[in-house]
């Protein structure tokens, strides 16, 4: 291969994921949009339950990103079962990250977002939006994971395609939901929880759609979820546990940082949230 043509197959891999970063980023902003129209409680609110949030999701991609180091070594090796069985091994851990993820949240939400704000009405709101949201965690860690996989095989279109529709049902749904346009009720924060759960499964049901009918290696039926060699299982753990804590400390860093700044009310959270937003479109190009 010429240096040229390297280049040009750089390009083509780089260009879609720097534009998902991108999209990603912009779904925040949109939320941000809709939801500060509510007030300072209610972005407040989003604000602080999306860093929550964040510990769980950002662990995904850790867990994610290590078992990707194998898919893309037995992709290499034309090793289509150990592309199998690594992939499981990410199924696996993410799943269990998620059950016990989802248990705590489920049952004691507002004993987590206490430790992160007192102020009773944001509180309200936050619980709120995270008992919907944590609905959507089936279909997020199997987009991160689906997404990843693919990524690591060269195929970084369609994860920016899947992004791009959701960001597209998101921000309708937004306006719908959120300020009860069309006839529906308006919901506030609720309908934003609402809006990115049918957003997330919309991403996945793309995803997996192309994934069953393209027949990519990696992909794996669910009832063989549980057949991984046990060497394998160990070493993708050992790369996933130093990523995952590294996510789980950054996350939990963001979450803390929002909680520092929230004893100085809602506008503060507020403000902060919509400067990250804005930030972060700048980081995401980088």
């Given at each position: 291969m010429t ?8 390009i083509?891999?780089v ?11 912009l779904?925040?902003?949109?939320d941000?949009l809709?939801v ?6 209610a972005i ?13 999701l950002f662990t995904?991609?850790?867990i994610?990103?290590a078992?990707s ?15 199998k ?12 990250l ?8 489920l ?19 936050a619980?709120a ?13 199997l ?18 395609v ?32 609402i ?34 060699d ?8 050992y790369?996933a546990?130093?990523?995952a804590?590294?996510?789980i400390?950054?996350?939990f860093?963001?979450?803390t940082?929002?909680k ?25 190009i980088?």
């Amino acid at each position: 291969m010429t240096t040229k043509e390297f280049y040009r197959e750089y390009i083509k891999i780089v260009i879609p994921l720097m534009f998902q970063g991108l999209v990603t980023t912009l779904v925040a902003m949109v939320d941000n949009l809709m939801v500060g129209q509510l007030g300072d409680l209610a972005i407040a609110a989003v604000a602080m339950s999306n860093r929550i949030l964040g510990i769980v999701l950002f662990t995904l991609f850790g867990i994610a990103a290590a078992s990707s180091v194998f898919i893309a070594q037995f992709y290499g090796a034309r090793d289509k079962e150990m592309q199998k069985e690594a992939f499981r091994t990410s199924l696996i851990l993410s799943s269990g990250l998620v059950f016990v993820s989802f248990l705590v949240l489920l049952l004691i939400p507002e004993t987590v977002v206490h430790f992160f704000v007192q102020d009773i009405e944001i509180e309200r709101l936050a619980v709120a939006y995270i008992r919907i949201m944590i609905l959507g965690f089936v279909p997020y860690l199997l987009t991160i994971n689906y997404g990843t996989a693919l990524k690591v095989v060269g195929q970084v279109r369609l994860p920016l395609v899947a992004s791009l529709s959701g960001v597209v049902l998101n921000t309708c749904l937004n306006y719908v939901l959120i300020f009860g346009n069309f006839g529906f009720s308006a919901m506030g924060v609720e309908g934003a929880a609402i809006a990115t759960v049918f957003a997330r499964l919309l991403e996945f049901g793309i995803i997996y759609y192309v994934v069953y009918t393209t027949g990519f290696d990696f992909n794996t039926k669910f009832k063989d979820i549980f057949k991984v060699d046990r060497a394998l299982f160990k070493d993708v753990c050992y790369k996933a546990i130093p990523l995952a804590v590294n996510e789980i400390i950054w996350a939990f860093g963001q979450a803390t940082i929002l909680k520092l700044y929230g004893v100085r009310g809602s506008n503060v959270i507020a403000a902060l949230s919509i400067s990250d937003t804005t930030t972060s479109i700048f980081y995401s190009i980088t």
